[in-house]
Every structure is written in structure tokens, then in C-alpha cells.
């Protein structure tokens, strides 16, 4: 089976640069993503990590360590249109290598 | 190009009916996946189908079935329907059946049940 956790809620200033967590307990791992999704929308994927390390995309950034079960995914110069809440998702290697997804972590950027 | 697309937007059934809800993925994608989410959480897994073939069930009763077929469009089926199963239905398209592949997801279909 799967555990994913994030933290629920995080508030941010516009500029400033903010770091989400999430930590995943897996039986199987063949990368980690992370999306993001703005209210009644669907997700849109940003970024995907399967070896150890940063992975930098313009302003956000996914760090991957599998020895811990632990990713982060930085978001720099943050912007208004920032809000949303973003999902880590592991894809496991059962069969299908379907993703499993953390419960998101909503971000509010603040004037 | 069209990205994927879901039908209808949104839904109201009632308790005890059956609902279908349709997924066409990008072109050229061969697997489709289907997931719950309710209000709050993160997307719940329920089956994922590559060239018409069940890869994928998750943690849901028998009342969920799903299909997928030649043009790779899929449909997922609820029957007997709780209250309980109001949701937005995402459906999310990749080219491949595993590998590094993003899945890029439809809008959903907004599913009430009174």
C-alpha cells in the first residue's frame, strides 16, 4: 500500500519563496510528481522526479530523496496566480503503475 | 490539439440510479485513467485501462465498472448510487502504459447525487 502526506494548508507573500513537503510510504516507487490545481479545475502537471536530486523548471523547482521518502517542491517569486493546491502523486510499479496521490496542500498567496 | 475531454460537466442523479461518464484522451494516448476526488482531497485512484485492457483497480465496490474501447475513449459506469459517491470524476490520458509520463487530466464531470 501507499501513505502520501502533505501539509493541509500554507499561506505565502507575493515575492517571497515558499517550500512544500510531502512524504510518501510506498511498497513499490517509479517516480513522484507534483500538480497543480486551481479551484473546480483539473490538475496540471509541473514537475516529476525518479532519482535523487533537484529538478528546476523557471520558478519551481522538485527535490526527490528516496533513501527518506521525501520530496519538496519550491516555488520562487511567487505570484498571486500561485493559489492553488498542489498534489504529490507517486507512481507505484504494481501493476498499471497507477499513481497514487497526496490529499494537496493549499496554498494562499497574500498581497 | 484537443486535450482530454469529459462528458457531461456536471450531473444530478438521485439515489439508487446508474450514470456514465465519458473520457476521450489526447490523441495518440493509449491509456486512460479514472479517479474520484472529493471536495478537499486529493484525486482517489478507481481503474486505469491501456489498449483496452483492465492495468488497474482501486479501492472501490463492484457498483464502479469502466470499459475502454478500440478508439481508446473510455466510459465509467456507477450503478446503484449513494450519496456518498457526489465527486468530481476526473479521467487523465497518458501515450504509454508506465514509463515517466505526466498524466494530463480532462476538466472532470461534477457529480451530485440528491
Known amino acids: 500500500g501507499q501513505n502520501i502526506d502533505q501539509p493541509t494548508e500554507m499561506t505565502a507573500t507575493e515575492g517571497a519563496i515558499v517550500q512544500i513537503n510531502c512524504t510518501y510510504q510506498?511498497?513499490?516507487?517509479?517516480?513522484l510528481f507534483w500538480y497543480q490545481q486551481h479551484a473546480g479545475e483539473a490538475p496540471t502537471f509541473l514537475s516529476y522526479?525518479?532519482?535523487?536530486g533537484l529538478e528546476e523548471k523557471g520558478r519551481f523547482s522538485s527535490f526527490l530523496s528516496r533513501s527518506k521518502g521525501y520530496s519538496y517542491l519550491l516555488l520562487k517569486e511567487l505570484q498571486m496566480k500561485d493559489s492553488a493546491s498542489y498534489l504529490c502523486?507517486?507512481?507505484?510499479?504494481?501493476?498499471?503503475?497507477?499513481?497514487?496521490f497526496g490529499p494537496g496542500t493549499r496554498l494562499s498567496v497574500l498581497p | 490539439d484537443a486535450g482530454v475531454t469529459q462528458s457531461p460537466t456536471h450531473l444530478i442523479k438521485t439515489r439508487g440510479q446508474h450514470v456514465t461518464l465519458r473520457c476521450s484522451p489526447i490523441?495518440?494516448?493509449?491509456?486512460v485513467s479514472w479517479y474520484q476526488q472529493v471536495l478537499g482531497q486529493g484525486p482517489q485512484f478507481i481503474f486505469q485501462?491501456?489498449?483496452?485492457?483492465?492495468?488497474g483497480r482501486g479501492n472501490f465496490p463492484d457498483r464502479f465498472s469502466a470499459r475502454q474501447f478500440p478508439n481508446y475513449s473510455s466510459e465509467l459506469n456507477v450503478n446503484a448510487l449513494l450519496l456518498g459517491d457526489s465527486a468530481l470524476y476526473l479521467c487523465a490520458s497518458t501515450q504509454g502504459g508506465s514509463g515517466n509520463q505526466p498524466q494530463h487530466f480532462g476538466d472532470g464531470t461534477r457529480l451530485s447525487i440528491l
Open positions: 502523486a507517486v507512481r507505484d510499479r504494481g501493476y498499471g503503475q497507477n499513481f497514487v
Open positions: 485501462y491501456y489498449e483496452k485492457e483492465e492495468r
Open positions: 490523441s495518440g494516448h493509449k491509456s
Open positions: 510506498t511498497s513499490g516507487f517509479n517516480g
Open positions: 522526479n525518479v532519482l535523487d
